[in-house]
């Protein structure tokens, strides 16, 4: 694995996970994850670290795209169009469920903050990574 992204975690909150995401060639996307819950499936981001990521198809979203690989004892961590990434146990609204949502900016959906932009920014990323594998550093 060769290529490379970086994803920077800049703030945390009920409402999400918020950061920026990054690639030597100077792709740059906003990032939206659950916020952290100790790892718990379908309630939180996954650990910072170094995670493969693979070009795959997903039955769910019946379409390739990203997966972490070894994200025991989670899976099928994907990287895909979002907008919100509140924790709906307290009220708030999500479209994922450990997942990284990709975005264009940061703005506010439903008087929650959200990133925008997602679906085309998620094409363009997976565009510039040429569907090949690549090492998503989580800092």
């Not at 670290?49 to 795959?56: F, I, P, S």
């Not at 899976?75 to 924790?87: K, Q």
């Not at 264009?104 to 090949?132: D, N």
Request: aromatic share 8%.
């Amino acid at each position: 694995v060769t290529r490379q992204a970086v994803l920077r975690r800049l703030q945390s909150s009920d409402q999400g996970t918020f950061g920026v995401l990054d690639t030597p060639l100077g792709f740059r996307a906003c990032t939206a994850e659950l916020p952290w819950r100790d790892n718990l499936s379908n309630r939180s981001c996954v650990p910072a670290g170094v995670y493969e990521a693979r070009w795959t198809y997903s039955p769910r979203f019946r379409r390739y795209m990203y997966v972490l690989m070894d994200t025991s004892p989670r899976e099928g961590i994907r990287i895909h169009p979002a907008n919100l990434a509140g924790d709906v146990l307290k009220g708030l609204k999500t479209n994922l469920l450990g997942c990284i949502g990709l975005g264009a900016r940061f703005g506010i959906l439903g008087g929650q903050r959200a990133i925008l932009s997602s679906a085309p920014t998620v094409l363009q990323f997976e565009h510039h990574m040429e569907h090949q594998p690549f090492e998503l550093r989580i800092v």
